[in-house]
């Protein structure tokens, strides 16, 4: 667990429209730049899903040209619950064990390793599922090792806090939704590692009329983070290398204020 707060990269830019101006995704050859400029730039965790479109495709490509070296040196995170369905472009939710050993074998062809594994679509009926007790030991017998949750209500990621098999909680957290706090500090007296996606409210935050500039928008966005999360991992959605090091420059000036 890292002992304090890291940007990370969220790919569901690179695989499928998101976002409060959403924007066409990147051709693979922008996708692939993308992910070869957040390296250089050192970032070391990369979260996608199956729900994300192209994004697992496009980084299990990105990933098959690393050496061996390079590859121990990052963490690779996706998720399992949430299914994409390509012909109308929809995201839908399936928590069944069939569909989720479905999906957990497609990533794993994917990416090659998966270093964490995460429930999608986190419900508290879904944690206490026989089907995903199944789906977690199938997991542990292709080898991953470390497991977590992406929640959306309060309940559930309490139970999560309380489940010693759950390293990482992924919630969403930023000035216009602060309701994961409590979660947030329980998950950290709990020694889980805390991954916050949604830092500008999917770019609501920053691609507004503000009179205030992108990059203090955004150092304002971080500096909340920093205020209430000390550890984990705070996850960015963008999909521009000039964007990434925007992101990294006001990270890096949220940490200083």
């Not at 922008?30 to 250089?40: R, W």
């Not at 040209?65 to 369905?85: D, P």
Request: net charge negative; hydrophobic share 35%; glycine share 8%.
């Amino acid at each position: 667990m890292s002992n304090n707060l890291e940007l990370a990269c969220g790919l569901i830019g690179i695989g499928r429209t998101w976002g409060f101006k959403p924007s066409p995704i990147p051709s693979d050859q922008a996708a692939a730049t993308f992910l070869e400029s957040a390296f250089s730039q050192g970032i070391s965790y990369y979260d996608t899903a199956p729900s994300y479109g192209l994004s697992e495709a496009r980084l299990g490509d990105w990933l098959r040209t690393l050496n061996q070296g390079q590859r121990s040196n990052i963490t690779i995170a996706t998720k399992f619950g949430e299914h994409w369905r390509a012909e109308d472009q929809q995201s839908y939710v399936d928590h069944t064990y069939d569909a989720l050993r479905s999906s957990l074998d497609q990533s794993l062809t994917r990416l090659g390793q998966i270093d964490v594994l995460q429930l999608h679509k986190t419900t508290p009926a879904v944690l206490l599922s026989d089907g995903l007790k199944r789906a977690w030991s199938y997991a542990r017998e292709q080898g991953i090792t470390r497991f977590g949750a992406s929640v959306s209500d309060i309940e559930s990621g309490e139970m999560v806090c309380g489940d010693d098999a759950y390293e990482v909680v992924q919630l969403p957290f930023n000035q216009k939704n602060a309701a994961f706090l409590p979660i947030i500090r329980l998950a950290l007296e709990r020694g889980k590692t805390v991954v916050i996606n949604r830092p500008f409210n999917m770019g609501e935050l920053i691609d507004n009329d503000s009179q205030k500039s992108r990059a203090e928008l955004e150092r304002e966005a971080f500096r909340f983070i920093f205020d209430n999360c000390p550890r984990g991992l705070v996850l960015t959605g963008t999909k521009s290398p000039e964007h990434l090091e925007d992101n990294l420059r006001a990270f890096e000036a949220a940490q200083l204020t």
